[in-house]
T-cell receptor
């Protein structure tokens, strides 16, 4: 039961270019979406989030876009830097009293010099 | 920057033994969570804890699991009788109380069941 799907296991991008990571979801009850970055041997690090009442949220080099009708969100990183190489997880929650996060499988982003 | 800390970083235990994983959430956070990630699989939600009681748990969180906040700073996950399939990374997370707040994760405990 994959309620949150990240269909690209890996993505390779040149340094300085834009990285676009995609995420699809099936549960229309999700009301809050998050992106996490994970290095090996570390826990997920929060990057950016978006509420379902918005369609865009920006923080520095990171922008998250939400298309509720398509049940799709994306994370844009521009410009991409070598330190951005990591696994990126999309996560979502349904809100209210139930706020355990549902994660995607992750996309391994590789920034090439 | 405040962070969630977890101990130990690696725990090796014989099958059938009890294990306790420890977490110190961020000090002013009120919501606490445990997740696990079996090698090669997704991060999976186990349980959330608020106001000294479980607020939500997944199907994974069966009777062999329990959580406790024994004092004002620690948050523990106990597995009563470990099985081989409990081998995984276990992540603790916490979040603040206001509106849409992200969960912040510790670096995890690698649990290896022999």
């Amino acid at each position: 039961d994959q309620q949150v799907k990240q269909n690209s296991p890996s993505l390779s991008v040149q340094e300085g270019r834009i990285s676009i990571l995609n995420c699809d979801y099936t549960n229309s009850m999700f009301d809050y979406f998050l992106w996490y970055k994970k290095y090996p041997a570390e826990g997920p690090t929060f990057l950016i989030s978006i509420s379902s009442i918005k369609d865009k949220n920006e923080d520095g080099r990171f922008t998250v876009f939400l298309n509720k009708s398509a049940k799709h969100l994306s994370l844009h990183i521009v410009p991409s830097q070598p330190g951005d190489s990591a696994v990126y997880f999309c996560a979502a929650r349904t809100g209210g009293g139930a706020d355990g996060l549902t994660f995607g499988k992750g996309t391994h982003l590789i920034i090439q010099p | 920057e405040p962070e969630v800390t977890q101990t130990p970083s690696h725990q090796v235990t014989q099958m059938g033994q009890e294990v306790i994983l420890r977490c110190v959430p961020i000090s002013n956070h009120l919501y606490f969570y445990w997740y696990r990630q079996i090698l090669g699989q997704k991060v999976e939600f186990l349980v959330s804890f608020y106001n000294n009681e479980i607020s939500e748990k997944s199907e994974i969180f069966d009777d062999q699991f329990s959580v406790e906040r024994p004092d004002g700073s620690n948050f523990t996950l106990k597995i009563r009788s470990t099985k081989l399939e409990d081998s995984a990374m276990y992540f603790c997370a916490s979040r603040g109380d206001t509106g849409h707040q992200p969960q912040h994760f510790g670096d995890g405990t690698r649990l290896s069941i022999l």
